[in-house]
């Protein structure tokens, strides 16, 4: 299985949990951006879309963030193709007050979208989306919500280090779709 990292907005650094993990990962690829800071919908597309079609075989998208909405995005106009699975962690509410501005075109998933076996990992406390936010989004996709208390935005802040827990829901996600 061949995992594919899409990070949020100014990347996921050093101490990000979703760095560790494509550090230590066999196979696997990280979705490179012209612009971190200033994303654009569509630019972000294409990478997306560019690094999936090098691809050839089967892909467990791990989305962060802005990373998560990027996915959902390419969901409404893609077949599923070679993408198996997707772990969406922290996304956010683009309609919520502390989305950043310098996001553009991006939009939350409003009613039923096609997805693969999916989970949506949130916090209790992420300053970007509320619980309930997560849950309306786990809806649209038929994912599984998992909700992990008070962390943050489940980001290097968070100081979660390697993650064990999300590890975890990581395997449990690729078990189901390896089958």
């Not at 772990?87 to 956010?92: D, R, T």
């Not at 980001?155 to 395997?171: A, D, F, K, P």
């Given at each position: 299985m061949?995992?594919?990292?899409?990070?949020?907005?100014?990347?996921?650094?050093?101490?990000?949990?979703?760095?560790?993990?494509y550090l230590e990962s066999e196979q696997a690829t990280w979705v490179e951006?012209?612009?971190w800071e200033q994303p654009v919908m569509e630019q972000w597309l294409d990478d997306f879309e560019h690094a999936l079609v090098s691809i050839h075989e089967p892909?467990?998208?791990?989305?962060?963030?802005?990373?998560?909405?990027?996915?959902?995005?390419?969901?409404?106009?893609?077949?599923l193709g070679?993408?198996?699975?997707?772990?969406l962690v922290a996304m956010p509410n683009v309609l919520?007050?502390?989305?950043?501005?310098?996001?553009v075109h991006f939009s939350n998933l409003g009613t039923y979208c096609d997805c693969c076996p999916a989970?949506?990992?949130?916090?209790?406390?992420?300053?970007y989306a509320s619980i309930e936010h997560a849950y309306n989004q786990g809806r649209a996709l038929n994912a599984a919500v998992h909700n992990i208390g008070a962390v943050g935005h489940i980001n290097g802040q968070s100081n979660l280090g390697y993650?064990?827990?999300?590890?975890?829901?990581?395997?449990d996600l690729i078990h189901r779709v390896d089958r």
């Amino acid at each position: 299985m061949h995992l594919l990292f899409l990070a949020g907005i100014g990347n996921s650094g050093s101490e990000h949990w979703q760095r560790q993990w494509y550090l230590e990962s066999e196979q696997a690829t990280w979705v490179e951006h012209s612009n971190w800071e200033q994303p654009v919908m569509e630019q972000w597309l294409d990478d997306f879309e560019h690094a999936l079609v090098s691809i050839h075989e089967p892909v467990v998208v791990i989305a962060h963030s802005l990373g998560c909405v990027l996915f959902t995005e390419w969901l409404r106009c893609h077949d599923l193709g070679q993408v198996s699975g997707a772990m969406l962690v922290a996304m956010p509410n683009v309609l919520g007050p502390e989305f950043p501005e310098q996001a553009v075109h991006f939009s939350n998933l409003g009613t039923y979208c096609d997805c693969c076996p999916a989970v949506i990992v949130a916090s209790e406390d992420d300053p970007y989306a509320s619980i309930e936010h997560a849950y309306n989004q786990g809806r649209a996709l038929n994912a599984a919500v998992h909700n992990i208390g008070a962390v943050g935005h489940i980001n290097g802040q968070s100081n979660l280090g390697y993650w064990l827990e999300g590890q975890m829901i990581l395997r449990d996600l690729i078990h189901r779709v390896d089958r």
